[in-house]
């Protein structure tokens, strides 16, 4: 009566990895998505792994193998295997217009280890075709509704439309995800903003830096306002990832990192540099989905969440998503256990707060303005941050920052409670206090 | 399908239809002023009665809402019906006769210059109905209904208030037989107050139902093309982006996607409101692939793009 028990949408890192999951398990599912192939990573990612440590919710421990990695998702209780080793890195630079590195440098256990994207997918998604999935690629999903039992999904291909059944859905659509918004998930979500990026992968960078991920910000290196990550790539050891962030329309990230690469006080690092590959994405900060789920259709990954799960994040979701839908098909109560699963992993839903935290790491230059940044930088270069015990991830990095720069000697007393504002604001009182910034810089 | 017999011809008509839908199909007019065929059968202006004969019974009926029913024998041009007719029309006439269609009536008919037992009221709205039928069953606002009993019915919004209601479409303009709704758009208006006034832009006015309406601008060429309200509500009942109506209709070409420039990073596919943008393969990359024929020309992935490779003009 239905065309397929399970039909996936979307077959990123969560969506590959429940079609996976599930056909292990004799499901009979369906893979769509839009990309003409799976095994390929067009889309910029963040490339970075948070692991040895609590992270959201979930304790993952690496165990290099030779030429492959095995990853263990502790909590959660499943592993994969990864067929590439991980590089660590150590280090995390943060630069201003002084071009004076403001570093967080650890020495024994790394801060988080760097993967390839495309290498991650295609490996999913052959165990995904060893157990036999079927997929249906360059099929865009226009529409879901629900029917008696189950789900009518309405797609388009080749600009033709078709319609399928199935019992239950998963919905890996992604950030921006068109069934979160068609099913009007969104109608009761806080938009803080639509940030487009653009991303180089280069190889020959000579960045005189010790090797780690550097975020600058500043409008003499940027030319206009914005900010650039670097964050190591594993094609070797001259090898980042040059990313972009920048506000609406969305040719400003273009502009950005040309200049970055070509005019900017850095250029010299990317003499030699050749672009080896080019992606973008469209990112947008959401509240996340509290109850990710409704009668037959669930939404993993991305798509519900604030601002983004990472690769490491999908995975799970994706493996859970599976786990709690066979349950579903058996006739359990699976959604209600992966709403509660979702509502009690992630940071942003346990501590609603974490969301201004994630933030915050990128309001330093807008808050305080560059010549202050630079001032602290040159002060912070005398008194290095004792990193062994600074826990630099995702959602603490700002407070770890904030705390080392407060506790420096000779840092003026409105500077210091600007910073202290700025480490326990929340989101309201910094959009306030962003805003009264911006009408006395126009008078 | 049952088969009925209208003016000594046989005509088979479709199930679950009326007889005037039946004889309409088959070029047989009856003259009407209440019906419409995207409304539901009314029967108020009785203009649409025929002469309907089942088992052996001859009764006079409204076509409109009479079932076309097996065996029946109809006659639609009787002395009988015509004189039914002149009455109605008369009475038309003696309360508004002004609006065009009650003259052609009227003429038709040949009770132009019949003494009249009223004093002439001269008043245009016929009380049809189609006005607020079309605000409840097309629009679905239900801005507007009758209010009052006997002679002093009359359209309104409730309490002769302006109508939060009221979205501004203009479809009982449209439909209305008489054009006793009153719809302007005024390119300019403007505020008056004690001693000074000020520019609003382009505004909408419905004086007979006391509402105003701001009219949108489009982003493109500037001009100003439909109420904001109503855009706004269709909007959000399609679950579209807020950007979605902000070119006005001769605006929305397609834009195209130059495939040199192109990342293939999806971001316009995840962002287009109706789904007009695919993906195709240009060796082992992909490439974004607008379909003219679906693309709306909201043109919101145009600055979406990180690349700035979906273009307007070639």
Redesign the interface.
């Known amino acids: 009566m239905f065309d397929y028990d399970v039909i996936v949408v979307g077959c990123g890192p969560s969506g590959l990895m429940a079609v996976g999951e599930l056909k292990k398990r004799g499901v009979n599912v369906l893979g769509i998505d839009?990309?003409?192939?799976l095994d390929?990573n067009?889309?910029?990612a963040s490339g970075f792994f948070f692991d040895n440590q609590e992270f959201n919710g979930e304790f993952i421990r690496l165990e290099p193998m030779g030429d492959k990695t095995r990853i263990h998702y502790e909590k959660c209780g499943f592993s994969i295997d990864y067929p590439a080793p991980m590089e660590s890195i150590f280090n995390t630079h943060m630069v201003s217009n002084s071009v004076v590195p403001y570093t967080i440098a650890t020495t024994k256990v790394p801060i988080y280890h760097t993967f390839n994207p495309t290498t991650w997918l295609s490996a999913r998604y052959q165990k995904a075709l060893e157990y036999g999935s079927p997929f249906m690629t360059?099929t865009?999903v226009?529409k879901v509704k629900e029917i008696p039992g189950g789900v009518e999904v309405t797609m388009?291909?080749?600009?033709k439309r078709g319609k399928l059944t199935c019992k239950k859905l998963i919905a890996a659509?992604?950030?921006?995800?068109?069934i979160a918004?068609?099913m009007?998930f969104?109608?009761m979500r806080g938009s803080m903003g639509?940030g487009?990026?653009?991303e180089y992968e280069m190889v020959g960078v000579e960045c005189p830096f010790p090797r780690g991920d550097i975020y600058l910000f500043g409008e003499k290196m940027i030319g206009q306002r914005g900010q650039i990550f670097m964050v190591p790539s594993p094609r070797g050891q001259d090898a980042y990832r040059v990313e972009t962030a920048a506000q609406?329309?969305?040719?400003r990230?273009?502009q950005i990192i040309e200049h970055f690469t070509k005019q900017s006080p850095f250029a010299p690092w990317f003499k030699n540099a050749k672009v080896v590959e080019?992606?973008?994405?469209?990112v947008e900060l959401i509240t996340p989905i509290k109850v990710p789920y409704r009668g037959n259709i669930v939404l993993v990954g991305d798509g519900p969440s604030f601002a983004e799960v990472l690769y490491q994040g999908a995975t799970m979701c994706g493996y859970m998503a599976a786990v709690t839908t066979e349950k579903e098909l058996k006739g359990q109560k699976g959604f209600d256990e992966y709403t509660q699963w979702w509502n009690a992993t992630f940071e942003w839903n346990v501590n609603p707060k974490k969301m201004g935290d994630y933030t915050k790491r990128f309001l330093f230059g807008r808050l305080l303005g560059t010549k202050t940044m630079d001032m602290l930088f040159e002060l912070a270069a005398k008194y290095p941050l004792v990193a062994e015990e600074a826990k630099a991830g995702v959602y603490d990095f700002g407070a770890v920052v904030v705390n080392h720069l407060v506790s420096l000697p000779g840092v003026p007393p409105d500077i210091v409670e600007k910073l202290k504002f700025l480490r326990d604001a929340d989101m309201g009182l910094m959009a306030a206090q962003l805003a009264k910034d911006a009408q006395a810089l126009k008078k | 399908m049952p088969t009925i017999t209208i003016n000594g011809k046989k005509i088979e008509a479709p199930e679950n239809t009326t007889i005037l839908d039946a004889a309409r199909e088959n070029g047989i007019f009856i003259p009407t002023l209440c019906h419409n065929d995207g409304l539901i059968p009314y029967g108020g202006c009785r203009l649409c009665v025929v002469e309907v004969t089942q088992g052996g019974k001859t009764t006079v009926e409204t076509s409109c809402t009479y079932p076309a029913e097996e065996g029946l024998v109809v006659k639609t041009d009787t002395e009988r019906i015509r004189r039914a007719r002149r009455v109605i029309i008369g009475l038309l006439m003696d309360r508004s006769p002004k609006p065009i269609v009650i003259q052609d009536l009227a003429s038709e008919y040949g009770i132009m210059d019949r003494p009249t037992r009223f004093s002439i009221e001269n008043e245009h709205c016929i009380r049809c109905g189609l006005c607020v039928r079309a605000c409840r069953e097309i629009v679905q606002a239900r801005a507007i209904s009758f209010a009052g009993m006997g002679f002093e019915r009359k359209v309104t919004t409730p309490f002769n208030e302006s109508s939060s209601d009221c979205i501004g479409c203009g479809t009982c303009e449209l439909i209305c037989p008489t054009r006793v709704i009153d719809m302007r758009d005024l390119p300019d208006a403007q505020e008056h107050n004690p001693g000074d006034h000020e520019s609003i832009g382009p505004v909408r006015t419905l004086d007979n139902w006391n509402t105003e309406f701001k009219v949108k601008v489009c982003k493109e060429c500037g001009n100003p093309f439909y109420p904001a309200q109503p855009l706004e509500k269709f909007r959000q009942a399609q679950?579209l982006q807020p950007e979605f109506f902000n070119a006005c209709p001769s605006c929305r070409i397609p834009p195209h996607v130059d495939d040199e420039l192109c990342?293939?990073?999806?971001?316009c596919?995840?962002?287009c409101p109706?789904?007009a943008i695919?993906?195709?393969?240009k060796e082992?990359e992909?490439r974004s692939n607008i379909?003219p024929?679906?693309c709306t020309g909201c043109h919101y992935c145009v600055?979406?793009?990180?690349?700035?490779a979906i273009k307007l003009e070639e």
Do not use: H, W
């Not at chain 1, 388009?156 to 600009?159: M, N, Q, S, V």
């Not at chain 2, 990342?263 to 971001?267: D, E, K, V």
């Open positions: 839009m990309k003409t192939r390929k067009f889309r910029s360059k865009l226009t388009r291909k080749d600009g659509d992604g950030l921006q995800s068109r918004r068609e009007g969104n109608r639509i487009p990026t653009i609406l329309p969305a040719i990230n273009y080019k992606s973008a994405a469209v | 679950n990342l293939g990073c999806g971001g596919v995840v962002n109706i789904g695919l993906m195709k393969e082992v992909q379909y024929e679906i600055d979406k793009c990180v690349v700035g």
